[in-house]
């Protein structure tokens, strides 16, 4: 019911405006039980996605920060802040600031869920910097979130309770999405022809996600053998620049022909495998 709650919330004209209608979102996101906060979450990811279908992005806004006035995590505020930022409002400047609010809102623990705040704030900040076409600013964002998530996996949470090893299942995943970032990055740079540089950036990625597919099955969880998963998951590239022009190339375009680049690279590999 609480996710269907947070829908409807948003299809309502003026929904959420006032904090009582926010009251139960706030309340289960900040319960103790999981299965509670995880129900919250839902219902606040759907929350803010219909507001996105509706190209409400001000409004979004306005409600987090209603949100945030009544006790919701100040992290989780500055990232969907970022998100929004992004698409539909399509403003890199507030994409980029939000990014390093959230940087400075994280819990100054060695924590795993701490790591992970950190990484996906200069993830976002790499994003923001590459939809800007400020190329150079992305990769060097790319690199901090990357040795972020190296100093997380190297953690082994996922030998530890389940709430743990499914950070670490996503810490692979972000792992794929970071290479796959700076395969943009180096498209967008030098988009006419595909080089060595981009194929192995591409080889990487395609390595990534298949260690994460491999975390996944390990762990009984669906696997997504399509590379098109990249592109849904939260934090994916299309989300991000949607939209958006990068030295002229559609956002869009851009991820699509990241992800050419992989299959081509795939398809090479196979066949070299074939002769041998």
Not at 143 to 156: E, P, Q
Request: aromatic share 4%; charged share 30%.
């Amino acid at each position: 019911a609480l996710p269907l709650y947070g829908r409807l919330l948003a299809d309502q004209p003026e929904g959420g405006e006032s904090a009582r209608e926010r009251a139960p979102i706030v309340l289960a996101l900040r319960h103790p039980a999981r299965g509670v906060r995880v129900a919250g979450r839902v219902a606040f990811d759907r929350f803010l996605g219909r507001l996105r279908e509706l190209d409400e992005g001000e409004r979004a806004l306005r409600l987090l920060a209603g949100l945030a006035e009544q006790g919701l995590d100040r992290r989780l505020v500055e990232y969907q802040r970022a998100r929004l930022a992004f698409y539909p409002l399509g403003d890199m400047d507030l994409a980029r600031a939000a990014a390093r609010a959230l940087r400075g809102a994280h819990s100054s623990g060695a924590d795993a869920e701490s790591r992970l705040w950190v990484f996906r704030s200069y993830y976002l900040e790499g994003m923001g910097d590459l939809g800007a076409g400020e190329t150079g600013a992305a990769v060097e964002a790319l690199a901090y979130a990357r040795s972020v998530l190296d100093g997380l996996l190297g953690m082994r949470r996922d030998l530890e309770d389940e709430e743990s090893r499914f950070l670490h299942l996503e810490a692979l995943l972000a792992r794929a999405l970071v290479q796959l970032g700076r395969l943009l990055c180096e498209l967008a740079a030098s988009p006419d022809t595909p080089g060595p540089k981009h194929v192995v950036l591409a080889r990487d990625a395609h390595e990534h996600m298949l260690e994460a597919q491999l975390g996944y099955a390990r762990a009984g969880l669906d696997v997504q053998a399509s590379l098109n998963s990249l592109l849904d998951a939260e934090l994916s590239e299309e989300l991000h620049l949607l939209g958006r022009d990068v030295d002229g190339l559609d956002g869009r375009e851009q991820c699509h022909h990241g992800l050419l680049v992989l299959d081509e690279t795939i398809d090479a590999r196979d066949q070299l495998l074939l002769e041998r």
